[in-house]
Nanobody
Framework: VQLQASGGGLVQPGGSLRLSCAASGSIFSINTMGWYRQAPGKQRELVAA????????YVDSSVKGRFTISRDNPKNTAYLQMNSLKPEDTAVYYC?????????WGQGTLVTVSS
């Protein structure tokens, strides 16, 4: 399984970005996709996750109301719409997929929120 993340970049506080994560390979139809992030000097943390059935089963409290996770199953792609971005959202964002075959990671995409 390969995960290709895209959509990071530099944005001003209050701005928006949308991250995409395209999965390919042998993926079980029942799976969960999500996004983790890791800020400098901090541990990697789960931001949001969504099941193949479309249920958003986790959104971290720090981003609730600002970030929305969604997915397009035919395209095996997950999205993270990030609005009202804050400097503390600056991090490398990693997409992640888990199915009964294992857990897989994308290469990470850098999001920098700065004026």
């Amino acid at each position: 399984v390969q995960l290709q993340a895209s959509g990071g970049g530099l944005v001003q506080p209050g701005g928006s970005l949308r991250l995409s994560c395209a999965a390919s390979g042998s993926i079980f139809s029942i799976n969960t996709m999500g996004w983790y992030r890791q800020a400098p000097g901090k541990q990697r943390e789960l931001v949001a996750a969504i099941t193949s059935g479309g249920s958003t089963n986790y959104v971290d409290s720090s981003v609730k109301g600002r970030f929305t996770i969604s997915r397009d199953n035919p395209k095996n792609t997950a999205y993270l719409q990030m609005n009202s971005l804050k400097p503390e959202d600056t991090a490398v964002y990693y997409c992640w997929l888990k199915d009964r075959g294992g857990a897989y990671w994308g290469q990470g995409t850098l999001v920098t929120v700065s004026s």
